[in-house]
Structure formats: C-alpha cells, structure tokens
C-alpha cells in the first residue's frame, strides 16, 4: 500500500552538526565570542535555530532574549545555507529513499531547520527531486513538536497511511501530538534512552527503514 513516509532531515537522513557546528562558531567568532566544542553545539540542535541561537547565547554568557538573539537568527541563517561541507548522509539513506520511491510511497521531510538551508542541502546531496513536499521550521506559524508540519505534509502528499521518522526527543513528541507512528532511527542526536521516547518501531540502519514500512502493521 502507498505510505506517506514522512522524514525528519538532521540527525535522521544527515549528521549536519559538523556544518550547524561551523556556521554557529563563524558567527560566535565574527561577534567576538569564544567558539564552542561541536558536542555543544550538537546538543542546541532540534527546536531549530531561535532554540540554537538561545543556547549559543546563554552558553556564551549573554542575554538570550535580548537583541543580539534576532540579529544572530538572521544573519546565521544566511551563513546556514552556504555551509555545504560537514553535511553527510548517515549509511544506507541513499538506497533506503531510492527503494522507498521505487515501491510506490511518497516521501516528505519536515525538518525545524529553515526552509532555505534545508532545500539548499537537499539538492547539494542531490536527493531533493525524491522529495514531494518539504516542510522547514520557518514555513508555518509553528514547528515542531506542535504537530501542524506533519498534517500539512501527510494531507500534500494525498493522504493515507502515514509513518514519520526522526531522531529525535522531539520528533517522538511530535509524532504523538500528530497522531502518527513514530519510527525512530535511534543513531542521531537523541539524549534519551531508546526505551525512553516513545515509538512504534525503532531502527539503526537505514537497510532495515523498506522493510518497516512495507510490514507496517496499519491497523483496521
Ligand atoms: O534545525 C534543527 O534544529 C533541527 O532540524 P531537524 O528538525 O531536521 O532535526
Ligand atoms: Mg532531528
């Protein structure tokens, strides 16, 4: 049956933290703040980058709320989508989407990072076309966890069955608030243990993602 696979993009198809990493510290530096270790930076990843620019903030002894907190967001976002290096896809994701597109699903990414960043990485790895909708965390009113970005992908993409995978505390609160199974890749950016989010399926190869989706049990 035609599933609506719906993805998360940054600690699910992509480890960009090396990249999320360079541009937070390009900017830290050009500000005059000391850089941060790329484990910080990766734990600020997730809420997207009002969260991000919060955290670089107050890790670097500022007001987060302050003015610097916009003018950081929007000058950060314009180094985010030049920053093509230290982006790659985790194993097995090239084939995995490949194989989900030739047995008929549909794919979606709904990602907090901007919509600019996110589209510009998704062409350089040159997966973009595989792509029906994408969805950035600057696209709608609200981003994930509210769970608007997943009914507006699954009702885009036409409809039924629907699974969403992520990495993510975030993407399993998402996943709930939305009502849909929840398929987590358990090697991204999560803090919690595995049996402390809440999932439907969790996996740790993407060889193993075609499989779960054409044995997904739908219900009635
Ligand atoms: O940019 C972020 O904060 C995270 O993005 P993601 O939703 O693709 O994990
Ligand atoms: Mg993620």
Known sequence: MMTAVIFDLDGTLIDSAPAIHAVSNAELVARGFAPLTLDQVRSFVGRGVPHLVRCLLETSGENADGPLH???CATLIERYETQLEGNHFYPGVRAALDQLRDHGHRLAICTNKPY???EAVLFHLGILDLFDVVIG???LPTRKPE???L???HERLGGGPMIYVGDSEIDAETAANAGAPFALYTEGYRKSDVHDLRHQVAFSEFEMLPAIVANWHWGA
């Open 70 to 72: 916009g003018e950081i």
């Open 116 to 118: 600019g960043p996110a």
């Open 137 to 139: 965390g600057d696209s």
């Open 147 to 149: 769970p608007a970005m």
């Open 151 to 153: 009914h507006a992908a």
